[in-house]
């Protein structure tokens, strides 16, 4: 297994990616009341299990400031988090809420709002460094991946070949370094509209991760 090396785990002045600098200073203008800068992780420092969702939503976490926060996403990610134990509330409002996580901490593959939500894959790239950084950093048990970009980003950043883990919902790797990544389909407003992901289907994957951690 080849790895990166250790970078910083966030850079809230990172304009690596020219596409998404210039987007996000599009939405500044547009939105000045909006956060649009690179979105930081949020969490415990050194969380047991580590969230890692596609990127920042429009008027989501690119609008307050903090990942799956003000958008549909977050409403059953917190309503997990907080039934299983990894949260004092079972909401996120506003970056300034007074929500804190327990051995948990959420991050994004990308760190910026990507036009349309699609990064391209050297945006991707690019932004792998701060997710090894945090996979190196946190030492969390268990990774959940919400989606297959999620999912692959994890992989590459740890230098694994993509064919040798593949992304399934539900699915329970355990990796060379110790981690167990566990996946679950993106819990977006459309994934969950048309049932590819329900909420008994998105509880199985947070029990996995409790019974990973309590019974390791």
């Given at each position: ?55 920042p939503g ?15 996403a977050g ?13 004092t509330a ?127």
């Open positions: 297994m080849t790895s990166l090396p250790i970078q910083p785990e966030f850079d809230i002045d990172c304009r690596d990616c020219p596409r998404l600098s210039d987007f996000l200073d599009q939405v500044g203008e547009q939105y000045p009341d909006y956060f649009a800068r690179p979105v930081p992780p949020f969490g415990s420092a050194q969380p047991r299990l580590l969230i890692v969702g596609l990127a429009m008027h989501g976490a690119n609008r307050t400031g903090r990942p799956f926060t003000g958008d549909h409403v059953p990610l917190y309503e997990m988090l907080h039934e299983f134990g990894f949260a079972a909401a996120s409002e506003a970056s300034d809420d007074g929500l804190e996580l327990i051995d948990a901490r959420i991050t994004n593959a990308v760190k910026c709002l990507p036009p349309q939500n699609k990064p391209t894959g050297v945006e991707i790239r690019n932004c792998n460094r701060y997710l090894l950084a945090e996979l190196n950093a946190t030492g969390a048990a268990v990774v959940m991946a919400l989606g297959r970009i999620a999912h692959e980003a994890t992989l590459r950043a740890l230098g694994l070949r993509l064919k040798d883990w593949p992304f399934a919902h539900a699915a329970q790797h355990e990796l060379p370094n110790g981690q167990v990544l566990v996946d679950s389909y993106h819990c977006s407003r459309y994934n969950l509209n048309t049932r590819r992901l329900t909420l008994p289907m998105f509880r199985d994957v947070f029990q996995r991760c409790r019974d990973l951690l309590d019974n390791p």
